[in-house]
């Protein structure tokens, strides 16, 4: 019965931490990997198609609302774990929540080739290439532990390994939105707190800047 007692009262004391919530429960293991890798873009596409991504990512995944938030030519990798992450609410978001509760780990691994088959959206012809932004960029600020977004972005921005995403071609109504996630600790889905480390030491003026630097404008109607 002690025993008993001395257990309960244990486990009531650790509750705080065993209630510690990972910020992601997607790991880039063998498993994850082999999924990744023996994913179909054409499975992916049918099944965008039917779940109706296209209403707010364009048929290709670029929207031609810059509101919405373009998902063409990210790794596979990375649009995987945002999937997963929104549904197990890793990530908290409603529509995409709804959009992944019924998929299974096949179907967002073909979901997320699809989308990282397309071409990404142009960097804006006009972007900020203030001498202050490209410093961010390419050197980050050692007097404020900012390692240069390049390290994990790429150089190019296009994203790197597993779960750096490109920001290249991103709307910046959605990067600003998404940073300022981070920095408020909203957005909690990053592992290691690798963005929010970095979102936090950033003032709104940097990110804002860094947005008109990655980011793209609207498409031209075609004719
Ligand atoms: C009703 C609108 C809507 C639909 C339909 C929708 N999404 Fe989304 N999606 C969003 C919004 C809004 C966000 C950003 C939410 C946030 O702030 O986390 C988002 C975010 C994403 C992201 C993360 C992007 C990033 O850069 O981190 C991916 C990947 C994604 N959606 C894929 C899909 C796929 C695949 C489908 C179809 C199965 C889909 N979405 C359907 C609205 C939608
Ligand atoms: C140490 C590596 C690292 C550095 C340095 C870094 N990032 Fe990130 N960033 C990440 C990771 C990892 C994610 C994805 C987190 C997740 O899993 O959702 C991310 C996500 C983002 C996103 C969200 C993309 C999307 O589509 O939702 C933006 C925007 C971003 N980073 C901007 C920046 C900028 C701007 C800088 C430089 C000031 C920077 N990052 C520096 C690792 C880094």
Redesign the pocket.
């Known amino acids: 019965m002690m025993r008993l007692l001395a257990v309960l009262t244990a486990m009531v004391l650790f509750a705080p931490l065993a209630g510690a919530e990972p910020s992601s429960a997607v790991a880039f293991d063998v498993a994850t990997v082999k999924l990744l890798a023996a994913a179909d873009p054409a499975r992916g596409e049918a099944?965008?198609k039917e779940?109706?991504?296209?209403?707010?990512?364009g048929d290709a995944g670029v929207s031609d609302d810059p509101e919405?938030?373009?998902?063409a030519g990210?790794s596979a990798s990375?649009?995987y774990k945002?999937?997963k992450d929104?549904q197990l609410k890793s990530?908290?978001?409603r529509?995409?929540f709804?959009?992944?509760r019924n998929?299974d780990d096949r179907q967002?691994a073909d979901?997320?080739a699809w989308?990282a088959s397309q071409a990404p959206a142009p960097v804006a012809a006009d972007r900020n290439t203030d001498p202050a932004v490209l410093r961010l960029v390419f050197h980050g600020d050692p007097t404020r532990l900012l390692k240069a977004c390049a390290s994990c972005h790429g150089r190019d921005g296009r994203g790197g390994q597993f779960d750096h995403?490109a920001l290249t071609g991103?709307y910046p109504e959605?990067f600003i939105?998404?940073l300022t996630?981070f920095k408020e600790e909203d957005?909690t889905n990053d592992i290691y707190s690798r963005m929010r480390h970095v979102a936090a030491a950033l003032t709104e003026a940097e990110i804002e800047a860094l947005a008109g630097y990655y980011g793209t404008t609207v498409p031209e109607e075609e004719e």
């Open positions: 099944i965008a779940s109706k991504c296209a209403k707010c990512h919405d938030v373009n998902i990210m990375y649009i945002q999937l929104y990530r908290d978001d529509d995409m709804k959009k992944t998929l967002m979901l997320a989308f995403p991103q959605y939105y998404t996630e957005r």
